[in-house]
Nanobody
Framework: QVQLVESGGGLVQPGGSLRLSCAAI????????MHWYRQAPGTVRERELV?????????YYADSVKGRFTISRDNAKNTVYLQMNSLIPEDTRVYYC???????????????WGQGTQVTVSS
């Protein structure tokens, strides 16, 4: 059974930093492009794409986080990270990681989501 397990969320003051992790657990052979999305809790608004990283390390950032957030991955650990600096209250969201494709020895999973981790930026 494959899971994406996020961690690292919490409460931080404006200007502070957090590092989110998303570890893929299971008998995984490889993972393609991975993303971090975020969504305001308790809403049905569409999830906002925050950052993307390909298996080769190419990255993309939303304008709202460019220069403040850094996405990275460790393919050997099947883990993707989101380093968030200079946090502002508008960054308060539930953050989700997403894998476009996860290949195991038995099946291939597509558009696979983690359970989300809450980030709250407040003084």
């Amino acid at each position: 059974q494959v899971q994406l397990v996020e961690s690292g969320g919490g409460l931080v003051q404006p200007g502070g930093s957090l590092r989110l992790s998303c570890a893929a657990i299971g008998s995984i052979l490889s993972i393609t492009t991975m993303h971090w999305y975020r969504q305001a809790p308790g809403t049905v608004r569409e999830r906002e794409l925050v950052a993307t990283i390909t298996s080769g390390g190419d990255t993309y950032y939303a304008d709202s986080v460019k220069g403040r957030f850094t996405i990275s991955r460790d393919n050997a650990k099947n883990t993707v990270y989101l380093q968030m600096n200079s946090l502002i209250p508008e960054d308060t969201r539930v953050y989700y990681c997403n894998a476009e494709r996860i290949m195991t020895k038995d099946i291939t999973l597509t558009n696979f989501w983690g359970q989300g981790t809450q980030v709250t930026v407040s003084s």
